[in-house]
Structure formats: C-alpha cells, structure tokens
C-alpha cells in the first residue's frame, strides 16, 4: 500500500531549527515530484517546498526562501525539509505530498501530518 508518513514536528522557540521526515512506501521518490504543504486551522492549505524527480530542481513559497531546504534521499526512500530560522508565522500541520510523472497518469499522494509549534 503506498503511504507516505512525515516525522519531526515538534514545539520549538522563535529563531531555531527543525527537520522534517517523510518515508514513503509503496513506490519510490526518485521518480516523484515531491512536495511540502502546510495548513494552518481555518486557511487552505499552502505548497511551501518541492523537489523534482528530474535533476532535483526544486523551489519554495517566497515566505521561507532561504530559510527552508528541501531534499532527498533515494536510498532512505524519502524527503527532507531542513526548517531554519523558524518564526511564529511557520506554526502549521505540514504535509508531505507525491506527484507521478504525467506519462503515469499523475496521480497525488498525501501523508497524515506532522504539527510544528513555533512559540515562545
């Protein structure tokens, strides 16, 4: 069964670190675009980071450019978002998504979510 589970959320002061872990099952992320959303109660949900499965080009929202990183591990079977300089404004649920290349018929996968607290 393809599922896609996201680890590291955790309650962290204004100015510090935080990653996060999604390790898929069920297909491999390599040839995946993969995604970071997240959501905050009451607003939609917002694409923050992704990675693509060619040449690992990979871009960000404006709000954390430069402060988020987001990677892959082929061997590990999963993505990374490496959070930096985290402030109020990043408390959220933040959820790992997967796209299929369009020649397999783009379908999208969701994990369950990882709640992150920046807070003093």
């Known amino acids: 069964q393809v599922q896609l589970v996201e680890s590291g959320g955790d309650l962290v002061h204004p100015g510090g670190s935080l990653s996060l872990s999604c390790v898929a099952s069920g297909f491999s992320v390599s040839t995946h675009t993969m995604r970071w959303y997240r959501q905050v109660p009451g607003k939609e949900r917002e694409f923050i980071a992704g990675?693509?499965?060619?040449?690992?080009?990979?871009n960000y929202v404006d709000s954390v450019k430069g402060r988020f990183t987001i990677s892959r591990d082929n061997g590990k079977n999963a993505v990374f978002l490496q959070m930096n300089s985290l402030q109020p404004d990043d408390t959220a649920w933040y959820y790992c998504?997967?796209?299929?290349?369009?020649?397999?018929?783009?379908?999208?996968?969701w994990g369950q979510g990882t709640q992150v607290t920046v807070s003093s």
């Open positions: 990675i693509s499965s060619v040449g690992d080009s990979t």
């Open positions: 998504n997967a796209l299929q290349p369009p020649s397999w018929g783009r379908r999208e996968y």
